[in-house]
């Protein structure tokens, strides 16, 4: 589901003895970036990197010259420029986590500014690849656009573009009707264009220069791409399903709900909207911080690729309130905890510890929606409040451990009946469907003999929390059980990879005769987690050998 919050001013409520704030015009889906860059984080005059979305740069350079330039006192762009003539070469821009996005409504935006009339080429792709299509947008040295897209020529309305001015491109497709519009600074070029391409969704933007071009310098800045990511919803709560005025059960990821509530935390679902339901957490026992913690699906921990943390909050009064994301049922890893205090400022810490207080500031009363954007490979996070970056790019020093639990809470300090609304939460990651969260022996007993082979082969089935097969090449591990076996019981054999969700132990062997049972792990997923679990037991002998020479030999049994 696509959350949205109700865009209504509202006087506050009582329901249920609970206080509902007024809940204003929320940013809304458009705000919610699958490519983010504007390079005010940027050093002037360095040149632009190659790390990709997660950190606002392209992936690749196409051999053309970067710097990062003033466009004022307060504002940075990207200037682009190359020694070479009458070549394609564009900027290769992906969206967060390599996604591909093929539904709903796909809205680029950028900002260019040519330094010439020239010939300059923009061109909409899928992930990966530019066999698709989508639109190849073009600036030509006459001062006019041309487009095309895999239906031929498009038709264009007639707009010209001069040296050295701003020009704001608006691109976007609808890719549940196939069609795209194109706007140069509020004008309409090209309307409901039926784009043809329905086998792959849109993934790449290539910025660059055309064939022919003289390679003429241009600014880039205020790239924006904004839809649906197609990323695995491992946390989403909206409390719609929810009865108003009841208290916030504790069913976990699963029901929508928190895994664990402070005991003296009230967590009522109140209705400030007619509507709209939210989550509205308060406390008045200010001798201990009371929180709300989240789990994700099969408490699953996520270690890889990109994590989002969405949600809308607002905030009765100033006070000490924190949202914090740690690794699953622990606190003993911060990879960020953004505070506020209680005259109005905010800062942030992580394990690595305090930041500088930020620049902005809360209001009371105020509907904010915030972003929290995390790279797992490079252990670093980005916080966007309503669709602006407030810190960016910060290291949190972790990585030993994976995200996995957001928790709300109000300290000690806080003073009591503040509260806090929580609407629109919602996690979703980039690899979530690699992770292992279900393993099942595919059989339940077995023989064998020592040092042989275990045949037919042990199986162990792996399912993703979404009860989907993982990936190819998952590892799993068999061990030993313990107290079962004898002492010195050993293993061998014991590792190999899944093929379409199913991990095979051909080379299985115990080293003694004895009662097993065994366990089956994967990351951090085990056997030993399903609620209705059985050991796989298999009973190991010393048997009888058969020697290459063809005979055979009785071997006594003690």
């Given at each position: 589901m696509r959350l949205l919050l109700v865009s209504v001013l509202v006087l506050a409520c009582s329901i249920a003895s609970t206080e509902c704030l007024a809940w204003g015009a929320s940013v809304g889906p458009t705000d919610r970036y699958a490519l983010y860059a504007d390079f005010d984080n940027k050093v002037t005059g360095d040149p632009i990197d190659t790390r990709g979305g997660v950190f606002g740069e392209p992936t690749e350079l196409g051999s053309l010259d970067t710097e990062i330039v003033w466009v004022d006192q307060t504002n940075r762009a990207l200037r682009v420029s190359s020694a070479l003539t009458n070549f394609t070469r564009p900027l290769i821009w992906q969206l967060l986590g390599n996604a591909e996005i093929n539904q709903g409504e796909v809205r680029i935006t950028f900002d260019i500014t040519p330094s010439a009339l020239d010939n300059y080429s923009i061109k909409i792709r899928e992930n990966?690849?530019?066999?698709?299509?989508?639109?190849?947008?073009?600036?030509?040295?006459?001062?006019?656009f041309t487009a095309s897209d895999a239906n031929g020529t498009i038709p264009m309305a007639a707009y010209a573009y001069t040296a050295n001015s701003v020009l704001s491109i608006e691109l976007v497709f609808d890719m549940t009707a196939?069609?795209?519009?194109?706007?140069?600074?509020?004008?309409?070029?090209?309307?409901?264009?039926?784009?043809?391409?329905?086998?792959?969704?849109?993934?790449?933007?290539?910025?660059?220069?055309?064939?022919?071009?003289?390679?003429s310098p241009f600014d880039l800045d205020n790239i924006r791409v904004t839809g649906p990511l197609p990323f695995p919803t491992v946390l989403q709560a909206d409390f719609e399903n929810k009865t108003t005025g009841a208290p916030i059960g504790r069913g976990g990821a699963e029901a929508n709900e928190p895994y664990g509530l402070g005991s003296y935390l009230d967590a009522i679902v109140v209705e400030p909207v007619a509507g709209n339901k939210v989550l509205d957490l308060s406390t008045t026992y200010t001798s201990v911080g009371q929180a709300a913690r989240w789990q994700f699906l099969k408490n699953m921990e996520i270690r890889s690729g990109v994590i989002v943390l969405d949600f809308d909050i607002q905030l009765s009064s100033l006070n000490h309130y924190a949202i914090g994301v740690y690794e699953p049922l622990h606190l003993e890893k911060s990879f960020v905890n953004l505070q506020f205090e209680s005259d109005g400022s905010m800062r942030v810490h992580d394990a690595n510890g305090y930041h500088p207080t930020l620049a902005v500031s809360y209001n009371a009363g105020q509907l904010y929606h915030y972003r929290f954007l995390f790279s797992a490979s490079t252990s670093t996070y980005t916080i966007f409040r309503d669709g602006t970056p407030i810190l960016r790019e910060q290291n949190n020093g972790i990585t030993t451990r994976g995200i996995g639990a957001v928790i709300y809470r109000a300290y000690s300090a806080t003073v009591g009946s503040a509260h806090m609304q929580l609407d629109n939460l919602r996690v979703f990651a980039s690899d979530a469907e690699k992770i292992p969260a279900g393993l099942e022996f595919l059989e339940k007993n077995r023989s064998a003999i020592a040092n042989e082979p275990v045949t037919p082969a042990v199986e162990v089935g792996v399912v993703n929390a979404f009860g989907e097969a993982v990936p190819d090449g998952t590892p799993v591990t068999l061990e030993i059980d313990w107290p079962s076996g004898p002492p010195g019981a050993t293993l061998s054999g014991a590792g190999a990879t899944t093929i379409s969700g199913i991990a095979t132990f051909s080379n299985?062997?115990?080293?003694?005769?004895?009662?097993?049972?065994?366990?089956?792990?994967?990351?951090?997923?085990?056997?030993?987690?399903?609620?209705?679990?059985?050991?796989?037991?298999?009973?190991?002998?010393?048997?009888?050998?058969?020697?290459?020479?063809?005979?055979?030999?009785?071997?006594?049994?003690?």
């Open positions: 990966n690849g530019s066999s698709r299509l989508f639109l190849t947008f073009a600036l030509t040295n006459t001062g006019h196939l069609t795209s519009s194109i706007h140069v600074n509020g004008v309409a070029m090209s309307t409901d264009r039926a784009f043809k391409v329905s086998d792959r969704g849109i993934g790449r933007l290539m910025i660059g220069y055309d064939k022919y071009s003289s390679s299985l062997k115990f080293n003694m005769p004895g009662s097993y049972g065994l366990a089956a792990h994967s990351l951090d997923a085990s056997s030993l987690d399903a609620a209705n679990f059985r050991s796989l037991r298999v009973s190991v002998t010393l048997g009888d050998y058969i020697f290459a020479d063809g005979f055979e030999d009785e071997i006594k049994h003690e």
